[in-house]
Antibody
Framework: EVQLAESGGGLVQPGRSLRLSCTTS????????ISWFRQAPGKGLEWVGL??????????VYAASVSGRFTISRDDSRTVANLQMNSLQTEDTAIYYC????????????WGQGTLVTVSS | DIVMTQSPDSLAVPLGERATINCKSS????????????LVWHQQKPGQPPKVLIS???SREFGVPDRFSGSGSGTDFNLTISNLQAEDVAVYYC?????????FGQGTKVEIK
C-alpha cells in the first residue's frame, strides 16, 4: 500500500525556520518525484514545489511565493523527502501535504495526510 | 501562470441526481505531441486530505466509482457526478499540470439538497 506521512509541523515564530519530512512506503521511492502542496485554514490548495528523481538530477522547482525561502530535498536510501522552510511568515500558516508524482509532466496520484504549520508570535 | 476558474462555487443536488462542475483554464492544457489534457480533479472531504479522482482530464483513478466522470479538452472541462451519494459531499478542485507553477481552481463545494 502506498503511504506518505508528513511530520515536523508545529507552532513557529515569524522569521524562524522549520523542517518538514515526508516518510514514504509501499513503492519504489527512487522512481517518483515528490511534490509539496499547502492549504491555508479555510482556503484552497496551493502548489509549493517539486523535486524530481535522481534520473533528472533531483531538479527542484518552486512557487514564486516560497522561492528562495523553501528548499526541497530527498534521501532515496531512507525513502524520505524534506521541506526546509526558512524566514517563515504568517501567510505560510497552512496544512502542508506531500504527494507522489510519476515525474515531470505527470499528475499527482497519492496525497499524504498533511501536517499543520502555524506561524505566529 | 495558468489561471483555473471553476463554476459554480457551490451546488446542492438531491440524492441520486447529477452534479456537474465546470473548470476553465486561461490557456490550453492539451499537449499536441501526445494529445493529452494535463488536468486532474481532486476530491477533498471535510477534515480529510485531498484524493485524486481523475487525471488526464478523463481517466478515473483505480478504485474511483464510475459515477465520477471527467470530460472536456483544451480550456474547458467538466467533472460529472451521476447518481450523487451522501459520501460525495466534498470540495472538488481542478488542477493543471501543463505548466509550472501548477495551479488550482478555487474549489466547488458539493452538498446534498
Amino acid at each position: 500500500e502506498v503511504q506518505l506521512a508528513e511530520s515536523g509541523g508545529g507552532l513557529v515564530q515569524p522569521g524562524r525556520s522549520l523542517r518538514l519530512s515526508c516518510t514514504t512506503s509501499g513503492f519504489n521511492f527512487g522512481d517518483y518525484a515528490i511534490s509539496w502542496f499547502r492549504q491555508a485554514p479555510g482556503k484552497g490548495l496551493e502548489w509549493v514545489g517539486l523535486i524530481a528523481t535522481k534520473t533528472y538530477s533531483e531538479t527542484t522547482v518552486y512557487a514564486a511565493s516560497v522561492s528562495g525561502r523553501f528548499t526541497i530535498s530527498r534521501d532515496d536510501s531512507r525513502t524520505v523527502a524534506n521541506l526546509q522552510m526558512n524566514s517563515l511568515q504568517t501567510e505560510d500558516t497552512a496544512i502542508y501535504y506531500c504527494t507522489r508524482v510519476k515525474g515531470s509532466g505527470w499528475p499527482v496520484d497519492y496525497w499524504g495526510q498533511g501536517t499543520l504549520v502555524t506561524v505566529s508570535s | 501562470d495558468i489561471v483555473m476558474t471553476q463554476s459554480p462555487d457551490s451546488l446542492a443536488v438531491p440524492l441520486g441526481e447529477r452534479a456537474t462542475i465546470n473548470c476553465k483554464s486561461s490557456q490550453s492544457l492539451l499537449y499536441s505531441l501526445n494529445n493529452k489534457n494535463y488536468l486532474v480533479w481532486h476530491q477533498q472531504k471535510p477534515g480529510q486530505p485531498p484524493k485524486v479522482l481523475i487525471s488526464w482530464a478523463s481517466s478515473r483513478e483505480f478504485g474511483v466509482p464510475d459515477r465520477f466522470s471527467g470530460s472536456g479538452s483544451g480550456t474547458d472541462f467538466n467533472l460529472t457526478i451521476s447518481n450523487l451519494q451522501a459520501e460525495d459531499v466534498a470540495v472538488y478542485y481542478c488542477q493543471q499540470y501543463y505548466g509550472i507553477p501548477w495551479t488550482f481552481g478555487q474549489g466547488t463545494k458539493v452538498e446534498i439538497k
